[in-house]
């Protein structure tokens, strides 16, 4: 008796055509929205031009809109979603300007070899504010508040049933506010939050105007769960914090971006390579013992020893 994956092999080649007119289709899209997800296979056909260092499969959803209809595509192997995005962009004519691309602000999301408008998802950004609200109350309700105003544009955009076009054409007097409202910038400096708003009431205010209104408890909480989150973190946010990308780093340490993204995904690791990470970032890796009465630095893995 066939297996299920048997019967949707023999199924898919005489649907092959239609999912080729729709990339076609989608490839002429106004929008597109791309994301990707962990998936797990019994075995997978690798591309030629990837990596075998690349262990990862991925399921990329890839949904367009064109001509006011969605087109929702599906692709599941070693590419990323904005690698699986390049292949239906390699369709697009070429007298058509560059889509709209929604997506949050993963790099791998962004296709490498195609121009597109990047629009990073302002969900998953206030999210992040969201879930440190109770560390960082006064500044976060700043901010979500703000974009409050964003969200009730938009809801009323709907309820009116407005076009892309009409909501500029209807909307001028909102403009110059909502413009500023656009940009939320968290800072990688310590303790920092610069709150960015351009032609709107609230322009170029920073955190040390907002620090200047929270109660002294409210800011010795603040500077303790700042210390605290600056003190303990994992290899990615650290060479985030650097202001470094895992390319960069990459280039750093003569290696393979996917070597850097596996590096920083493991739980254990030779206290060699994990020096030679710490230094490609500008800082040096000391290994102490703690003890109740104490703390000793361990120097027989120094360089200098």
């Known amino acids: 008796m066939a297996t299920q994956c048997e019967i949707v092999a023999e199924t ?8 080729q007119e729709l990339t076609r289709q989608a490839a002429q899209g106004e929008v597109v929205h791309n994301d990707d997800t962990s998936m797990r296979v019994l075995s997978l056909d ?5 990596s075998p260092e690349r262990t990862g499969v991925f399921t990329s959803g ?10 929702a595509l599906f692709f599941t192997g070693c590419k990323h979603a904005g690698e699986n995005l390049a292949e239906v962009l390699k369709q697009r004519p070429t007298d058509l300007p560059p889509p709209i ?14 121009a597109t408008l990047l629009a990073n998802c302002l969900t998953h950004g206030r999210r992040n504010f969201v879930e440190v609200t109770s560390s960082f109350p006064e500044e976060c309700r700043f901010v979500l508040e703000t974009l409050g105003e964003v969200y009730g544009y938009d809801d009323q955009a709907r309820t009116q049933g407005l076009s892309p076009a009409m909501r500029l054409r209807e909307g001028g007097h909102r ?3 909502l413009v500023g409202v656009g940009r939320v910038l968290c800072s990688p400096v310590p303790g920092i939050l610069t709150l960015c708003w351009r032609n709107s009431p609230f322009m170029a205010r920073n955190f040390n105007e907002l620090r200047a209104k929270m109660s002294p408890e409210s800011r010795a909480r603040s500077e303790a769960m700042t210390r605290e989150m600056l003190a303990n973190m994992p290899l990615d946010e650290l060479r985030a914090t650097r202001n470094l990308t895992q390319e960069h780093l990459a280039s750093i340490l003569h290696i393979k971006q996917a070597s850097v993204s596996k590096m ?12 030679k990470f710490i230094e490609a970032m500008g800082g040096q890796l000391e290994i102490r013992a703690i003890f109740p009465d104490g703390s000793v630095r361990i120097t027989q893995f120094s360089r200098d020893q």
Not at 46 to 50: L, V
Not at 62 to 71: A, D, L, N, S, T
């Open 46 to 50: 690798r591309d030629a031009d990837i």
């Open 101 to 114: 691309q929604m997506c949050d602000a993963l790099s791998r999301n962004v296709p490498k070899s195609f």
């Open 12 to 19: 898919a080649v005489s649907l092959q055509p239609a999912l």
């Open 264 to 275: 920083e995904r493991r739980t254990d690791m030779y206290i060699g390579t994990l020096s």
């Open 62 to 71: 890839v949904v367009w809109i064109f001509q006011e209809r969605r087109i």
């Open 175 to 177: 403009q110059a506010h």
